[in-house]
T-cell receptor
Framework: NAGVMQNPRHLVRRRGQEARLRCSPM?????VYWYRQLPEEGLKFMVY????????ESGMPKERFSAEFPKEGPSILRIQQVVRGDSAAYFC?????????????FGSGTQLSVL | SQQGEEDPQALSIQEGENATMNCSYK?????LQWYRQNSGRGLVHLIL?????REKHSGRLRVTLDTSKKSSSLLITASRAADTASYFC????????????FGTGTQLKVEL
């Protein structure tokens, strides 16, 4: 019973390149959440998706960031033209139904380093 | 603004002692959850307390919730070195649609 799988575990990009972070939710979960964590800080909500739909993207920067959760395959968080300030740990979480009052299951995260 | 603020930011205790962490929040919630994060890893859910509950237990964990004061506490009894981690409270805001808002965390170090 695999948990939430994120890859890559570590990603190094130069300024201006694109970063693609992938997340496969737990089996049977159709709701995915992306969070960003800066060193010594808590997690900041970015976006909440259900299969093929973005439910809440209130935490996403207006430019360069996008997310999708296609009918088939993992959820993708895409960062275009990365800058040094994008360096952080990006965590994905999933839940079964998104009805509220649920606990989230987290992946181990992707550590993005921008040179 | 930060919804959840944990206190203290860091806590160092001896093995066998109890550890208490506090969390304050600002707006109405459906439930409050506590998570644990080991260094460089993802978060692991510990316990969930609903807004109509006042206290909940799970093994060596005891969580209280005071909605009038908008605060919660996490007590770890008889701590072990393996409890060393960061602990975060997260609030499920009323009308928030299962989006959790995390606090800044308490770094707990349990020494032998």
């Amino acid at each position: 019973n695999a948990g939430v799988m994120q890859n890559p575990r570590h990603l190094v990009r130069r300024r201006g390149q694109e970063a693609r972070l992938r997340c496969s939710p737990m089996k049977g979960h159709s709701h995915v959440y992306w969070y960003r964590q800066l060193p010594e800080e808590g997690l900041k909500f970015m976006v909440y998706l259900q299969k093929e739909n973005i439910i809440d993207e209130s935490g996403m920067p207006k430019e360069r960031f996008s997310a999708e959760f296609p009918k088939e395959g993992p959820s993708i968080l895409r960062i275009q033209q990365v800058v040094r300030g994008d360096s952080a740990a990006y965590f994905c979480a999933s839940s079964p139904a998104g009805t509220g009052g649920e606990k989230l299951f987290f992946g181990s995260g992707t550590q993005l380093s921008v040179l | 603004s930060q919804q959840g603020e944990e206190d203290p930011q860091a806590l160092s205790i001896q093995e066998g002692e109890n550890a208490t962490m506090n969390c304050s929040y600002k707006t109405s919630i459906n439930n409050l959850q506590w998570y644990r994060q080991n260094s460089g890893r993802g978060l692991v859910h510990l316990i969930l307390i609903r807004s109509n509950e006042r206290e909940k237990h799970s093994g060596r964990l005891r969580v209280t919730l005071d909605t009038s004061k908008k605060s919660s506490s996490l007590l770890i009894t008889a701590s072990r070195a393996a409890d060393t981690a960061s602990y975060f409270c997260a609030t499920d805001l009323t009308g928030g649609g299962n989006k959790l808002t995390f606090g800044t965390g308490t770094q707990l170090k349990v020494e032998l």
